[in-house]
């Protein structure tokens, strides 16, 4: 080989080496900066969270114990799930409890900002809530497809009357 053919056949392979690595590095940038604007944009689980977390609490109830999740829960829906979970000491019926957060429940939502890159737009979930009177340490709402939720404040107890725990889910 001539040393001018060489020298092209050097230029070319090193091109191809800069373009793939460029390639490469572009995919872990676009994703890098999709993490960053996800981050950022208005989905956070914590903004989810203070819907349950603020919302008043009704007579002669306090809150033993604030959790809050981020996991796919829900099986096969393809989207990361929030979670929101209360455990809740109460003099009200579970019943009562039920027609308390009902009302609030109904104008709660879950919003997710899809970004990425090129493009960024907005979905809004209906939410699923639970209330269940506690007879365990476990709470395993109806919507759960993994291990159950376990409050720390109930593992030394073994009497849970007028105790309920309290969630909501998107």
């Known amino acids: 080989m001539h040393r001018r053919q060489k020298h092209i056949l050097f230029w070319i392979i090193l091109i191809i080496i800069i373009l793939v690595t460029a390639i490469l590095l572009l995919g872990s940038v676009k994703q890098s900066l999709n993490n ?15 819907q349950l977390f603020d919302y008043p609490l009704p007579p002669n109830t306090i809150i033993l114990e604030k959790q809050t999740i981020e996991d796919r829960l829900h099986g096969g829906n393809g989207r990361t799930n929030y979670a929101a979970l209360m455990l809740l000491e109460s003099e009200l019926s579970l019943e009562e409890l ?47 497809h993994k291990e159950p939720f376990v409050f720390d404040s109930l593992s030394e107890r073994n009497e849970y009357s007028n105790l309920y725990f309290v969630s909501i889910v998107y």
């Open 98 to 144: 039920n027609n308390y957060y009902e009302i609030g429940m109904q104008n709660m939502r879950g919003t997710q900002r899809i970004a990425d890159f090129w493009d960024s737009y907005q979905e809004t979930y209906e939410i699923s809530w639970d209330i269940s009177a506690v007879t365990s340490p476990e709470y395993n709402p109806y919507y759960n």
């Open 36 to 50: 960053i604007i996800n981050f950022f944009a208005d989905n956070s689980l914590a903004s989810f969270s203070e």
